[in-house]
């Protein structure tokens, strides 16, 4: 087994695709150094210039619809110490130094919550139902797992909890992971590190395409009190190294601007400076106007 990996779970064409351009992103950053693994349920073709990349493929018993694989990720993961990062990602940075984060098992960034409300449970409620001492509140578009006996105890207890008659959050194709994996995590007494919005985020917070650009490690952030405000965070500005997007940027904006940039940086090896000056020069231009179009003719 091989010690350390960052990996990603993707079916179908546009999850393909999302991995793809997250795979580019890291060796951008990284020169893949550490192995890369896409993970998926079918054998599928790598595009010439990602053909560095280890696959993966799996039972589909294993690789579940929607989320609920991560309640495998005991039996999925392909090292010793595995990262995580959702296929709709991409990368800003070097994230080689995360693998030196404490971890007994499996961790998440994020915090621990006594009170409140989080995906669709009322805390106080959960914590007796369940007879934990915290809920840890947490985004699953990062885990960093490694394969021991706890992880194993922790993915087993998600998976009972996924088969309970306990009313759990939804997605389209499957619960929620992340409350049933923080319950399981609660119960093995796990602490969350510490959200600063340095090693991840999502685009809750995004401003203007203006503020990110993979070629260039550009990736800026403002947590302020005017604009969808995180109370967990620092005030001020902050440069996560891993943005992740959601399933619904597939070819929108920001996502796509990237996307076009690493694809021409790699799959049609044009200089980064040239990459980056059509994706402003002609793509932005194409991508605005066409939207601006489709307004006007509604």
């Not at 990996?5 to 993707?10: G, K, N, S």
């Not at 915090?111 to 914590?127: C, D, H, Q, S, T």
């Not at 203006?210 to 990736?219: C, G, H, Q, R, V």
């Amino acid at each position: 087994m091989i010690d350390q990996c960052f990996f990603t779970v993707a079916t179908g064409d546009k999850y393909l695709s999302f991995a793809f351009t997250l795979a580019r992103s890291y060796k951008f950053h990284h020169a893949h150094e550490i192995p890369f693994f896409i993970i998926s349920d079918a054998d599928f073709t790598l595009p010439k210039d990602l053909r560095w990349i280890e696959k993966k493929i799996i039972a589909r018993d294993l690789l579940t619809p929607g989320v609920s694989y991560k309640f495998n990720f005991d039996h999925i993961t392909p090292a010793y110490k595995s990262i995580f990062i959702d296929a709709d990602s991409i990368i800003y940075g070097n994230i080689s130094h995360v693998f030196n984060i404490p971890n007994p098992a499996i961790q998440v960034i994020g915090m621990k919550e006594i009170k409140g409300n989080w995906a669709e449970l009322e805390l106080p409620e959960v914590l007796d139902y369940f007879a934990i001492p915290y809920i840890i509140r947490y985004c699953g578009a990062f885990y960093y797992i490694i394969k021991n006996q706890l992880t194993a105890n922790i993915c087993e207890t998600a998976r009972q909890l996924s088969l309970s008659d306990y009313k759990f959050q939804r997605h389209t194709k499957s619960v929620n992971d992340e409350p049933i994996l923080s319950i399981s995590l609660a119960k093995s007494g796990a602490t969350p590190y510490a959200d600063t919005g340095h090693i991840w985020t999502d685009t809750a917070q995004f401003r203007t395409h203006k503020n990110l650009n993979t070629l260039y490690n550009k990736a800026i952030f403002n947590n302020s009190k005017d604009y969808k405000y995180k109370y967990w965070l620092p005030e001020g500005e902050y440069h996560p190294l891993i943005v992740h997007f959601g399933g619904n940027c597939y070819n929108k904006n920001p996502w796509v601007f990237d996307a076009l940039r690493l694809k021409l940086f790699y799959r049609y090896h044009l200089p980064k400076k040239v990459a980056n000056l059509a994706v402003e020069v002609i793509f932005k231009p194409i991508y605005f106007f066409g939207k601006t179009l489709k307004q006007l003719l509604k």
